[in-house]
C-alpha cells in the first residue's frame, strides 16, 4: 500500500511540476508578445517623430533663409526696379515666413503630442500581464489537494 501511496504521490508532484512549467511558459510568452506590442507602438511613433524632426529642421532652414532674403535681399540695385514689384516681392516673402514659421510650430506640436500619445497608449492600455497574487496562489499545489482526492485516486494503479 505504501508503494502504491508513494507512486501516486509522485505523479502528483510529476503532474504538478508540469502544470507549474505550462503555466510559467504560459506567463512568459503572454509577456513577451505585450512587449511586441509595446515594440511595435514605439516603432509607429518614432516613425511620426522622425519624421516631424525632419519637416523642422527643413522648415527652420527655409525660414533661416526667407529672413536673410527679407533682410539683405536688395532688389533696387540697379534703381530701375518699379515699386510694386518690390512690394510684391516683400508680401511674398513676409507670407513665405509666415506659412514656415506655422510649419515649425506644426511639425514641432505633432512630434511632442505624437510622443505623448505613444507613452500614453504604452502606460495605460498596453501594460505588461504581471500576475495577481490569486493567479500566483492558483498556479502551486499542496499536498493537501493529493490527500483530498479520496482513498481510490491517492491509491489508484
Partial sequence: AT???DYNRENFNFDNDQRIEKEK???SMQCERFNLFREDI???VNLTVSKMDMYHAVAALLLGSAATLYTEGRMHVAGNTPPWYIAI???SNAGCFCYLLMAVWLSMYA???SHSFGV???TRFVRLPIPSLAELNAI???FEMLEKQGVSNIMRV
Fill in 25 to 27: 511558459t504560459r506567463l
Fill in 3 to 5: 508503494e502504491v501511496f
Fill in 89 to 91: 516681392y516683400f508680401i
Fill in 42 to 44: 514605439e516603432d509607429l
Fill in 120 to 122: 500614453r497608449i504604452r
Fill in 140 to 142: 502551486t499545489a499542496k
Fill in 111 to 113: 512630434s511632442v503630442s
